[in-house]
């Protein structure tokens, strides 16, 4: 729930992006971005507090896509992603930018292998691009759902 429907303001579609920050919070960290021990308390932490920094429970998170989770979770509705869209292309961005990271380290890998080493059979020299789950710094169980979203 977005901190203007805890309030009990006038609500629109940015209710619905905070509470997917609040999915996307919760993929590489397992954790609830607003914990409380009942739903008052809970409601209160949306209001009031802002989430542990994901990058100290899951240092490996792209930077990127947790600027994005942070700006969804912002509580000014006029500061987060304006629409689903935007979302949509943000994270598209975050992908096209770590698959051309992952091209250039396979490039600069491949280039360094010893000529011996470039003709050995497939299979013991391949490098294969990281799975989404590993670009975006979510562990296996959680890149299920995050495709289910995107």
């Not at 209001?47 to 998170?61: A, F, N, S, Y």
């Not at 987060?80 to 396979?106: C, F």
Request: hydrophobic share 35%.
């Amino acid at each position: 729930m977005a901190p203007e429907q805890a309030l009990g303001e006038t609500v629109d579609h940015r209710c619905d992006l905070f509470s997917l920050g609040s999915v996307l919070y919760h993929l590489p960290t397992w954790k609830a971005p607003f914990p409380g021990g009942n739903i008052t308390a809970t409601l209160m932490a949306v209001v009031r507090q802002d989430p542990e920094p994901i990058d100290k429970l899951t240092p490996e998170i792209d930077p990127d896509l947790e600027k994005l989770i942070n700006r969804l979770l912002t509580k000014d509705r006029n500061h987060r992603p304006q629409t689903a869209h935007d979302v949509v292309k943000a994270i598209t961005d975050i992908e096209r930018q770590l698959d051309s990271k992952v091209t250039l380290e396979q490039s600069i890998g491949e280039a360094q292998l010893a000529p011996t080493e470039a003709f050995q059979p497939a299979g013991k020299n391949v490098r294969r691009s990281p799975r989404a789950d590993q670009k975006f710094g979510f562990s296996r169980k959680h890149s299920a759902a995050f495709v289910l979203i995107f």
